[in-house]
T-cell receptor, first 114, second 109 residues
């Protein structure tokens, strides 16, 4: 059981380039999330998908787009990368209803925008 | 608005000393609160949740609705407790998980 898998683990971009972070979970979870982690800022929610076919903005959605491709996969796209998007990105999934479902995290993707 | 506040970015204690990591929240309703931990070079993982009222690795956390707090405590810190700790709140819409800014705990041998 792989859990939550993110690719790539590391990426360097130039300002203005685009890229997609991929996330897949094999736990049959309904909800999936994208966070960014920055020093002193903690984890901030970018987008989430409560169920297949739905996506919603989190705290810091500007500059990002997401796609819930199917129940397993939830991708995060940077259309025109900016240095402010240099961060570590975490994908997470959650299966339970209400408060019973804990978040399971991927290993993170470290993105540097030059 | 739902917010989670962890006032201490860094916390150092000696091995064997008690440790308390503070978490305060603001929420209109009945909150669901969690503590997550991130050890060096590992992914974030759930440490405990308030509804379980359990003790994991010697840690406990009690929800105090009057003080809107969910502090994490351990009576005797161990070196292996050194990690980043995040307090988290499950949002009213049932989907959004909000995290605090985290507290980096260092246990000094």
């Amino acid at each position: 059981n792989a859990g939550v898998t993110q690719t790539p683990k590391f990426q360097v971009l130039k300002t203005g380039q685009s890229m997609t972070l991929q996330c897949a979970q094999d736990m049959n979870h309904n909800s999936m999330y994208w966070y960014r982690q920055d020093p002193g800022m903690g984890l901030r929610l970018i987008y989430y998908s409560a169920s297949e076919g739905t996506t919603d903005k989190g705290e810091v959605p500007n500059g990002y787009n997401v796609s819930r491709l199917n129940k397993r996969e939830f991708s995060l796209r940077l259309e025109s990368a900016a240095p402010s998007q240099t961060s570590v990105y975490f994908c997470a999934s959650r299966g339970g209803q209400g408060y019973t479902g804990e978040l399971f995290f991927g290993e993170g993707s470290r993105l540097t925008v030059l | 608005a739902q917010r989670v506040t962890q006032p201490e970015k860094l916390l150092s204690v000696f091995k064997g000393a008690p440790v308390e990591l503070k978490c305060n929240y603001s929420y209109s309703g009945s909150p669901e609160l969690f503590w997550y931990v991130q050890y060096s070079r590992q992914r974030l993982q759930l440490l405990l949740r308030h509804i379980s009222r359990e003790s994991i690795k010697g840690f406990t956390a009690d929800l105090n609705k009057g003080e809107t707090s969910f502090h994490l405590k351990k009576p005797f810190a161990q070196e292996e407790d050194s990690a980043m700790y995040y307090c988290a709140l499950l949002g009213a819409l049932g989907g959004q998980f909000y995290f605090g800014t985290g507290t980096s705990l260092t246990v000094i041998p």
